[in-house]
């Protein structure tokens, strides 16, 4: 499905597209599943405008549902160093805690000065934190601090917000909402620093009314670190250095993916988490494996997919290695003029933006 191959599809520049700013979305739809859906069928060529509550019409019996079930955390914290000037930290991974009371984390770090290393940060009077070390672009390694009998997470959940992306601009912070729609209804392991957003269209009665229809689902989990923000800076996207985030994929699912097609039935991807950890998880032979581990494997055009039939996703920016991936599976053309029509015809862009589905196995 994918392009011939030419050195214009290494181009960094052959995946921009001209966006409206209008059309990148601030606020998700009054009901998940009430987002509008694009269907790109690749099979049959064409495309279709849908509702997302209409998806089921998409899937047959034995067909089975992939999604991601990482939890998003509050990684961000506002806060004072001890000048008592005002910080802002986002941690980059939820903290690793040996010690009682203690836990360490990498970090962006910003203020209008940059705090000496070894210095404290104060969130509340319950939550401190030590900067270790300074590091280049802005990161810092911390330590945070609090009382051994409290949990962590629960104190990020009273003191800290969601990290939602740079491009949904809260003036004032976030809104209640945001701290349940910024978050599937399935997740469930927390650690991800940004929602897996193509699960977000997925309403509880949704995926009832798919289950009824004898569709089954199984989960995964890669927990979306940083790096699925950073730009791609290499003019030849095959230079880009990708991010590796945690995945996890239980016996179950390999077990449940593997019977699936053993009976002919279709692989769908809930977005490209989703679909990164599959194939990450599958051998040479389409044999999904139970894995666990850092998955730093970086799909753009000329791979081959192995196990995802059909995927469900967002709309991505430009540029960014999630439009490689997707264009790896369709093609960058199919994909860029799929693109085009969503502009055209007025869909919501990115995180809390419309949806595709994209259909290379009918």
């Known amino acids: 499905m994918s392009d011939t191959l030419s050195e214009a599809v290494y181009s960094l520049s052959s995946y921009d597209y001209p966006l409206p700013e209008h059309l990148i979305a601030q606020e998700p739809a009054e009901q998940r599943d009430q987002s509008r859906l694009m269907v790109l069928d690749c099979v049959a060529n064409q495309i279709r405008h849908r509702r997302f509550a209409a998806v089921g019409e998409l899937f047959r019996p034995g067909d089975l549902l992939v999604v991601n079930n990482s939890k998003v955390f509050p990684a961000r914290l506002f806060g ?14 939820f903290p690793e805690s040996n010690i009682p009371g203690e836990a360490t984390a990498l970090a962006l770090l910003r203020s209008s000065k940059r705090p000496q290393s070894q210095s404290q940060l104060f969130f509340a009077d319950d939550l401190h934190a030590k900067v270790e070390e300074l590091l280049p672009d802005g ?71 798919l289950e009824k229809k004898g569709i089954k689902q199984a989960s995964v989990t890669l927990h979306v670190g940083y790096g699925t923000f950073a730009p791609v800076r290499s003019s030849d996207i095959r230079e880009h250095q990708i991010h590796q985030e945690f995945v996890r994929v239980p016996h179950e699912t390999a077990a449940r993916i593997n019977a699936t097609r053993s009976a002919g039935g279709r692989i769908w991807a809930v977005g490209t988490t989703t679909a ?5 998880a599958t051998d040479k032979t389409g044999c999904v494996l139970p894995v666990e581990g850092l998955c ?67």
């Open 80 to 93: 004072k160093k001890e000048s008592g000037g005002r910080v802002e930290l986002l941690l980059l991974h």
């Open 139 to 209: 990161k810092v390694k911390i330590t945070l601090l609090y009382p051994t009998d409290v949990d962590l997470s629960t104190l990020l959940e009273q003191y800290g917000q969601l990290p939602l992306p740079p491009y949904i601009r809260r003036p004032k912070g976030n809104t209640v909402a945001d701290s349940q729609r910024y978050q599937t209804e399935y997740a469930h392991h927390i650690g991800s620093v940004a929602a897996p957003t193509a699960g977000l269209h997925f309403s509880r009665d949704l995926l009832s009314e």
């Open 276 to 280: 990164r950890t599959l194939e990450f």
């Open 296 to 362: 730093g494997l970086y799909i753009y055009p000329g791979y081959r997919f192995k196990v995802v039939d059909n995927l469900i996703t967002n709309f991505h920016l430009p540029c960014s290695s999630l439009l490689f991936l997707i264009s790896a599976l369709v093609g960058r053309a199919q994909i860029l003029t799929a693109y085009a029509e969503a502009v055209a015809q007025g869909y919501r862009f990115f995180s809390y933006g419309d949806a595709m589905a994209v259909i290379t196995k009918r």
